[in-house]
């Protein structure tokens, strides 16, 4: 079964108190989203494997540890996961960016992807999916089956919010997809929005709403 991880960091604690806040303005909040991607990415980055290079510092030969290559791929699903790109590229400058987007059938409810570009080596690399709402689950399972039918073997989910039902949903599709998530909170509404939530995220960065 996949591994969730709930962050439990201060900072992150006190960035989502502020996307919460329904007062919270479009300049705030999207800085806010990218902070906590930022913060998150630290976590979700810890496996990766290092090596021993030598160097010389200023004052002796030292033996120091690198990152051994590891090729990452940042992919948000559209739109609401590119509040996200940003910090995560502060933090790992050399990933590829990949996208996905995704909209909810209206008549069946079922997620449709009406575009997906990804790097060319996108089954050589290890995905880190990006979308600050994990709600219904919906979009996640199929963006994830999408990264899977063309190759990709290891995914890693990135949420700011998630519901649990969200949570059962991806675990019951995709066991080996760890979950990293800044909250998890305590219901859907009927209409599928998250309680206590913080409102549409893609309206709320990009302003639309």
Same mark, same amino acid.
């Given at each position: 079964?996949?591994?969730?991880?709930?962050? $439990?960091?201060?900072?992150?604690?006190?960035?989502?108190?502020? /996307? %919460?806040?329904? &007062?919270?303005?479009?300049?705030?909040? %999207?800085?806010?989203?990218?902070?906590?991607? /930022?913060? /998150?990415?630290?976590?979700?980055? %810890?496996?990766? *494997? @290092?090596?021993?290079?030598?160097?010389?510092? *200023?004052?002796?030969?030292?033996?120091?540890?690198? +990152?051994?290559?590891?090729?990452?791929?940042?992919? #948000?699903?559209?739109?609401?996961?590119?509040?996200?790109?940003?910090?995560? !590229?502060? /933090?790992?400058?050399?990933?590829?960016?990949?996208?996905?987007?995704?909209?909810?059938? *209206?008549?069946?409810?079922? *997620? =449709?992807?009406?575009?997906?570009? @990804?790097?060319? $080596?996108?089954?050589? %690399?290890? =995905? @880190? !999916?990006?979308? #600050?709402?994990?709600?219904?689950?919906?979009?996640?399972?199929?963006? +994830? $089956?999408?990264?899977?039918?063309?190759? =990709?073997?290891?995914?890693?989910?990135?949420? !700011?919010?998630?519901?649990?039902?969200?949570?059962?949903? =991806?675990?019951?599709?995709?066991?080996?997809?760890?979950?990293?998530?800044?909250?998890?909170?305590?219901?859907?509404?009927?209409?599928?929005?998250?309680? #206590?939530? @913080?409102?549409?995220?893609?309206?709320?960065?990009?302003? &639309?709403?």
């Amino acid at each position: 079964m996949a591994t969730v991880h709930e962050m $439990d960091h201060p900072l992150i604690k006190h960035k989502l108190s502020l /996307m %919460r806040d329904k &007062t919270t303005g479009v300049k705030e909040f %999207r800085e806010a989203t990218a902070e906590i991607a /930022m913060l /998150m990415c630290y976590e979700a980055t %810890r496996d990766l *494997p @290092l090596k021993e290079i030598s160097i010389e510092t *200023p004052v002796a030969q030292a033996k120091v540890k690198v +990152i051994s290559g590891k090729k990452i791929a940042l992919v #948000p699903i559209l739109r609401a996961g590119l509040g996200m790109i940003e910090g995560m !590229l502060e /933090m790992i400058p050399a990933a590829k960016v990949g996208h996905i987007g995704l909209y909810r059938d *209206p008549e069946t409810l079922h *997620p =449709v992807e009406y575009y997906c570009k @990804l790097p060319s $080596d996108i089954q050589d %690399r290890d =995905v @880190l !999916l990006l979308d #600050p709402m994990l709600a219904t689950g919906g979009s996640a399972v199929a963006a +994830i $089956d999408s990264l899977k039918r063309r190759g =990709v073997k290891h995914i890693k989910l990135m949420n !700011l919010i998630a519901a649990p039902e969200g949570v059962k949903t =991806v675990q019951d599709a995709h066991p080996d997809v760890d979950i990293f998530v800044a909250a998890i909170d305590e219901k859907l509404n009927e209409h599928g929005y998250i309680i #206590p939530g @913080l409102g549409d995220a893609g309206d709320r960065i990009f302003g &639309t709403k």
